[in-house]
């Protein structure tokens, strides 16, 4: 089975607040690699051209915490989701 499909078995059960946040004045000023958007498994992380912003679609989020190790300026905030909320892995 490939990777895809074992993470397309998994559940998530979406809060209505982020548990990612961006400080988004240390994305735009020191942040020139922006690593977030390659280093992701789940592929959340976008760059809004007009608004010169990173994007992040917290609800599919694997809680790996890769995000907030590589985002080496640290304008990445990562803690787990709130209690009951967040992914469910189904394949063990």
Not at 23 to 32: Q, S, V
């Amino acid at each position: 089975m490939k990777v895809e499909e074992k993470l397309a078995l998994d559940a998530f059960k979406t809060d209505s607040e982020s548990h990612i946040t961006i400080n988004h004045e240390i994305c735009r000023t020191r942040c020139k690699a922006k690593y977030c958007l390659f280093v992701c498994p789940g592929h959340l992380y976008t760059h809004n051209e007009e608004t010169d912003e990173m994007v992040v679609e917290y609800a599919g989020c694997l809680e790996c915490g890769t995000c907030r190790i590589a985002c080496i300026e640290g304008a990445i905030n990562w803690v787990y989701p709130r209690g009951e909320f967040g992914v469910q892995y189904r394949f063990g």
